[in-house]
């Protein structure tokens, strides 16, 4: 028997990054015996170690709550906690077409903030009923009245009933779920309708093999059922259906506007399209749901192993990394400079490192991230045309007859105040405005941008010029003829294929002073002088010298002392295995990443 759909509220927590939706979370499933407190390790949703040490959440997780409401009926709660952090923007609005209304979670002594914005914005758009959770009134610091009265003004919802708590000492929790249940409404569906399931989110476990979120919107699934992925049309027999208190129950079946989670002997994820609607083989439904536009790659880079012995670890170690990640793409690519690798697409600047991070942290592995490029088109006098995926690829200039570049149409949010400053970024960035209006309390500026300008670090720079509250989306567009040059890095006088790129002529000096006094700081001084340098063709155009230094760290420590001396040449030892070898030169791998950033950090 299925929980009639009266009794059912599906809900998401959203708010800014570290305002309490993790440790509100674990209180309503504290609250609601989904685990007892013995199995409640801290933050029991963020299940990952790295979003528990860096204190974000990355993937949505689902929980099931049972609550027995002050009305005396029992209703099943499904919560989905979200990720705030932007780079998993495309996380939310998942999670968020999934149900019908969000907890907006704000820290009652900081305020409404960037990613309150941004992550209500997709509650908002995706027609959530909205319930504004005052946080941490426990902090001497805590203004409730003002931050309503914020929540009202900025954002433009109703906040004179927000509930007022704190997950921290459990105050008033308890109105939280009735919050809930009087508040937020239930889920529509058809029971006897044939089965219609939304494809909420898939990954893989490795006892369960690909475990797949669902919605149900209409009939009923269950196991042994034959169901069809109605974008791929790929058919599968469901092995089990069930729910997750965090910890998965088997259930008999999943009714209409239920959450639950299915395996069916799936061998990959790739195999399941996010957004994809679900249905029953032999009794079809008529109208598939809306899908999902796929994640779009904003950051692109090549990795290469440090060790070139460790490439084939790396590749099996993507393999798994992408089956728990389909927002990661990559493909083979070779560098000159650094071997083998893989020219890889992320949603941001965060997710590069986070993936970096797993790599180096799950499968031991140390990397080198190389500089950003986009695919370009070189239109060579021979009358053919290549497509450049690696800037170290270029043929000589006498040979190319014109290089065309991807361009983007680019749409932007922001509130009015930071407008200036994105107009400022957009024009720095060979921009071309398009539109400008204005949406409520924001403006909605259109722009046509080179998509080499963006993939880096336009995001990050958005993000920090706009205190997060701009939010950017965008559409590739056609490939443009561009004056475009290719900027080399020489290192005590070698190329560094890894940190060339192509640049507009008109910002390539710039580019490469910044570039050279980047390096300058960050390779660290040798037994000799080490001139940087950066050239377009043959013509140097910047320059920099890192100076000389003794580098005998042991030649203080004369005497017997030779514990001193062994730990001092160990410590040297570790220092150089996060480097590589460059000719004489070694440059630390994290020079990779921060000589690329173009801002001012
Ligand atoms: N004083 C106080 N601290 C709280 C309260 N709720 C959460 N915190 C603390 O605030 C910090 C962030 O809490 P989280 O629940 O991880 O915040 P979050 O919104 O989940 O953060 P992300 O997972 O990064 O999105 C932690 O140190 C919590 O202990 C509260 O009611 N009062």
């Not at 006897?192 to 979120?213: E, I, Q």
């Not at 008529?286 to 990795?303: E, K, M």
């Not at 150089?576 to 173009?598: C, D, T």
Request: proline fraction near 4%; aromatic fraction near 6%.
């Amino acid at each position: 028997m299925t929980t009639p759909l009266s009794n059912i509220r599906n809900f998401s927590i959203v708010a800014h990054i570290d305002h309490g939706k993790s440790t509100l979370a674990d209180r309503l499933i504290q609250m609601t015996g989904g685990l007892d407190l013995r199995e409640m390790k801290e933050q029991v949703l963020d299940s990952m170690d790295i979003e528990r040490e860096r204190g974000i959440t990355i993937k949505a997780q689902t929980v099931r709550l049972n609550y027995k409401a002050k009305d005396g009926q029992d209703y099943v709660l499904n919560l989905i906690d979200t990720p705030g952090h932007v780079d998993f923007a495309y996380e939310v609005s998942r999670s968020m077409a999934a149900v019908e209304g969000s907890l907006l979670v704000v820290d009652a002594s900081q305020g409404v903030e960037a990613q309150t914005l941004a992550n209500v914005y997709h509650a908002i758009d995706a027609n959530h009923e909205i319930v504004p959770v005052l946080n941490k009134v426990d902090l001497p610091a805590a203004d409730v009245e003002r931050v309503k009265t914020q929540i009202e003004d900025v954002i433009g919802i109703d906040a004179s009933e927000a509930v007022e708590i704190s997950a921290k000492t459990g105050l008033n929790i308890d109105a939280v779920l009735e919050a809930i249940v009087t508040r937020l409404p239930a889920p529509k569906g058809e029971l006897n309708a044939p089965l219609k399931a939304l494809l909420v989110d898939s990954w893989y476990d490795t006892y369960l093999g690909v475990v797949v979120l669902v919605r149900i919107i209409d009939g009923v699934m269950k196991k042994g059922q034959r169901i069809r992925m109605m974008a791929s049309g790929a058919v599968y027999e469901l092995d089990r259906v069930a729910v997750t208190t965090p910890k998965l129950v088997e259930v008999k079946e999943l009714g209409p506007g239920e959450l639950g989670v299915f395996t069916a002997s799936i061998k990959e994820v790739a195999d399941t399209n996010v957004g994809d609607t679900i249905t029953e083989d032999k009794k079809p439904t008529q109208n598939a749901l809306p899908g999902f536009r796929p994640a779009q790659p904003v950051v692109f880079c090549g990795l290469f192993p440090v060790d070139a012995s460790d490439f084939d670890e790396l590749r099996a170690a993507m393999g798994k990394l992408r089956l728990n990640d389909a927002s990661f793409s990559f493909e083979m690519e070779t560098s000159a400079a650094l071997g083998f690798g893989f020219r890889c697409g992320f949603l941001g600047l965060l997710h590069l490192e986070i993936i970096q991070e797993r790599l180096s942290r799950e499968f031991d592995l140390d990397l080198i991230a190389t500089a950003p490029s986009v695919v370009y088109e070189v239109e060579l006098t021979s009358g053919e045309t290549m497509h450049l995926h690696n800037p170290a690829d270029l043929p000589d200039v006498m040979k190319i007859k014109e290089i065309r570049e991807p361009w983007i149409k680019a749409t932007i949010l922001t509130p009015d105040e930071y407008l200036g400053a994105i107009l400022k970024l957009c024009q720095d960035r060979r921009g071309i405005q398009t539109n400008l209006s204005y949406v409520g309390q924001r403006a909605m500026v259109e722009y046509e941008l080179p998509l080499n300008e963006v993939v880096f670090d336009f995001y990050d720079r958005l993000k920090s010029i706009s205190k997060g509250y701009a939010s950017f989306d965008y559409q590739l567009g056609e490939h443009r003829e561009g004056d475009l040059v290719k900027l080399s890095i020489l290192v005590n006088a070698e190329p560094v294929d890894a940190l060339s790129m192509l640049v507009h002529r008109s910002v390539a000096e710039s580019r490469g002073r910044i570039m050279c006094e980047k390096l300058k700081e960050l390779i660290p001084p040798h037994l000799f002088v080490i001139p940087i340098q950066a050239a377009i063709g043959g013509k140097i155009i910047a320059r920099e010298t890192v100076r000389a230094m003794r580098k005998d760290v042991t030649a203080k420590c004369y005497g017997g002392d030779a514990t001193r001396k062994r730990k001092l040449l160990e410590k040297q030892k570790a220092g150089k295995k996060r480097m590589r070898q460059f000719g004489s030169v070694e440059i630390p791998q994290e020079a990779f990443i921060k000589a690329l950033k173009m801002g001012d950090d």
